[in-house]
């Protein structure tokens, strides 16, 4: 390979943070081959959701957030993605809009999630929502 088409390391970890956005909006419909580390945490916090905040183990953990979120909605879960941006050879930013409903009233939040991915594995992700912005999901 010369150097123009040689896969770099922050092309894998892109590839490892899309496989794991379309497991997310998947509702984890197919595990097999997943991107997560054995010692993979997601940390959730969320000021308007303070039932769910915490740190979320392997992806078993991190699928059982998703479920209890769409349990708790009117909606379920959808989330957008809009932009995913490597910073240096570990942390990737993903921004999207998350789409979700409580007591009939349907929000978009934006997030951005900061994924750490090393030794091709997602090893940890923080989410960090806004929620000064939270607006209602336009109809249609």
């Given amino acids: ?7 770099t390391m922050v092309d894998t970890n892109v590839e490892l943070v899309v496989q794991a956005g379309e497991l997310i909006r998947s509702g984890f419909a ?4 997943h991107p997560f580390a054995d010692d ?3 940390h959730f916090f969320n000021p308007q959701l303070p039932d769910l905040a915490g740190d979320y183990h392997g992806i078993d953990g991190m699928a059982d957030l998703f479920e209890r979120l769409a349990e708790l909605s009117d909606t379920g879960f959808r ?8 910073c ?3 942390l990737l930013v993903a921004f999207a809009t998350n789409t979700v409903g ?6 978009d939040v934006d997030a951005v ?3 750490r991915v090393f030794d091709r594995q997602i090893h940890e992700a923080w989410d960090i929502p806004a929620v000064n912005t939270v607006r209602p999901h336009p109809p249609g």
């Fill in 113 to 115: 999630v900061v994924w």
């Fill in 1 to 7: 390979m010369n150097e123009s088409t040689e896969r």
């Fill in 102 to 107: 409580f007591d009939g009233v349907t929000i």
């Fill in 79 to 86: 989330n957008v993605p809009h932009s995913l941006t490597p």
């Fill in 30 to 33: 197919d595990r097999d081959g």
């Fill in 40 to 42: 993979f945490v997601f």
């Fill in 88 to 90: 240096g050879d570990e």
